[in-house]
C-alpha cells in the first residue's frame, strides 16, 4: 500500500523567509504527485502537480516542488514567503496508469504553516 | 466555486438522526470520492466510486452509507453516529489529469 509522509507537522517563519516542505511517498511503481493547500475556513486547492516530465514543477502563488525519483521525494518550496501563505499543505500520491490520473489519492499528514508579517 | 458542489455545508444532528450528505459535478468525471478530514489526522478516504459502481470501502463503518445514483451525483448517508464522526467530510471527483475536491460538509455529532 503507498503511503505519504510529511517531516514537519507545523512551520513557523517570519515574512521574506524561504521554505521547504518535506514530502516522501512510499510506492514502487509510477507515480503521480501533489500538493494542496487548505487556508483557514476554505476547500482543499491544488497548488501544483507533477505527472511526468520536468522534474521541476511550478504551481500558483509562486511555489514550486521537485520530484526526486531516486529519493521518493516531492519538497514543495518557495524561496520567500507572504503572511497570506498561512496554510496547511499537504502533499498527495496516486497511481499513475498510461500517463493519467488513477485511482484514490493518499495524503500526508498535513504541514501547518504560519507565516508572522 | 470548486465544481465540485457539496451540500449542506454545515451539519448538526443527533446521535439517533438520519440525515444525508449530497455531492455533485457536471465535470463528466468519472470517479467520486468521499474522503474524511478530523483534527489531527490525515485525510482519511472512505469510498471510491468509478462509473457508479463502487470499488473502494477503506473498512468504513456501517453507520455510513454511500449511494451513487450517476456518474454525477454521490451520497452519503448518516445513521446513529457517534460524536467521534464529527469531521470535515470531502468529496472529490477526478478524470484524466487529477483531483477536484468541494468546500466540505462540516458534521457535528451531538
Known amino acids: 500500500a503507498q503511503s505519504v509522509s510529511q517531516h514537519n507537522h507545523h512551520v513557523i517563519l517570519s515574512e521574506a523567509a524561504s521554505l521547504e516542505l518535506g514530502c516522501n511517498y512510499s510506492?514502487?511503481?509510477?507515480?503521480?504527485l501533489f500538493w494542496y493547500v487548505q487556508y483557514p475556513g476554505q476547500h482543499l486547492q491544488l497548488l501544483l502537480k507533477?505527472?511526468?516530465?520536468?522534474?521541476l514543477v511550478k504551481g500558483i502563488k509562486g511555489f514550486e516542488a521537485e520530484f526526486i525519483k531516486s529519493k521518493f521525494s516531492f519538497n514543495l518550496r518557495k524561496p520567500s514567503v507572504q503572511w497570506s501563505d498561512t496554510a496547511e499543505y499537504f502533499c498527495?500520491?496516486?497511481?499513475?496508469?498510461?500517463?493519467?490520473?488513477?485511482?484514490?489519492?493518499?495524503f500526508g499528514q498535513g504541514t501547518i504553516l504560519t507565516v508572522h508579517p | 466555486e470548486t465544481g465540485v458542489t457539496q451540500t449542506p455545508r454545515h451539519l448538526v444532528m443527533g446521535m439517533t438522526n438520519k440525515k444525508s450528505l449530497k455531492c455533485e459535478q457536471h465535470?463528466?468525471?468519472?470517479?467520486m470520492y468521499w474522503y474524511k478530514q478530523s483534527a489531527k489526522k490525515p485525510l482519511e478516504l472512505m469510498f471510491v466510486y468509478n462509473f457508479k459502481e463502487q470499488t473502494e470501502n477503506n473498512s468504513v463503518p456501517s453507520r455510513f452509507s454511500p449511494e451513487c445514483p450517476n456518474s454525477s451525483h454521490l451520497f452519503l448517508h448518516l445513521h446513529t453516529l457517534q460524536p467521534e464522526d464529527s469531521a470535515l467530510y470531502l468529496c472529490?471527483?477526478?478524470?484524466?489529469?487529477?483531483?477536484?475536491f468541494g468546500e466540505g460538509s462540516r458534521l457535528t455529532v451531538l
Open positions: 507533477y505527472f511526468s516530465g520536468d522534474p
Open positions: 465535470l463528466g468525471h468519472n470517479a
Open positions: 498527495a500520491v496516486n497511481k499513475n496508469a498510461g500517463g493519467t490520473s488513477y485511482g484514490k489519492l493518499t
Open positions: 472529490a471527483s477526478s478524470h484524466r489529469t487529477g483531483f477536484l
Open positions: 510506492y514502487g511503481g509510477t507515480v503521480n
